[in-house]
């Protein structure tokens, strides 16, 4: 995400990130651009990739804009505990957004 790019943001809670991710697929919103997907799970847990459907473990080549063949392609995800120690651990404006592009990235 480095640079100036613009990106829709969704929240989601549930009781498991693969839960969270299931219904945002289910309820994928139409969106031009990069999607950004936080979501939390019962215990806070970080993001990890495995969470993602059975049907979404071949990696989409990243997209700036939703592809037809492959609509994940432009949905990055990312846990809600990453987001908040990226703010925790950030001293100012510039580490926080280094901090957040690693994360988005």
């Keep these: 995400m480095k640079g100036e790019v613009s990106v829709e ?7 498991s990130h693969e839960d ?5 697929l289910n ?6 651009g990069q999607l950004v ?6 215990d806070n847990n970080s993001w990890d990739p495995r969470f993602k459907s059975i049907y979404d473990q071949i990696p ?10 492959q609509p994940t392609s432009a949905i990055i995800r990312v846990g809600y505990r ?10 100012n404006e510039v580490e926080l957004k280094e ?3 690693a994360k988005l990235s």
């Design 20 to 24: 969270c991710d299931k219904h945002v």
């Design 82 to 91: 990453d987001m908040l120690d990226a703010y925790r651990n950030s001293a």
């Design 9 to 15: 943001v969704i929240a989601v809670l549930g009781a």
């Design 37 to 42: 997907v936080v979501s939390r799970d019962e």
């Design 60 to 69: 989409d080549e990243p997209s700036t804009e939703a592809k037809f063949t």
């Design 27 to 32: 309820c994928l919103p139409a969106h031009r």
């Design 99 to 101: 901090a957040l592009d």
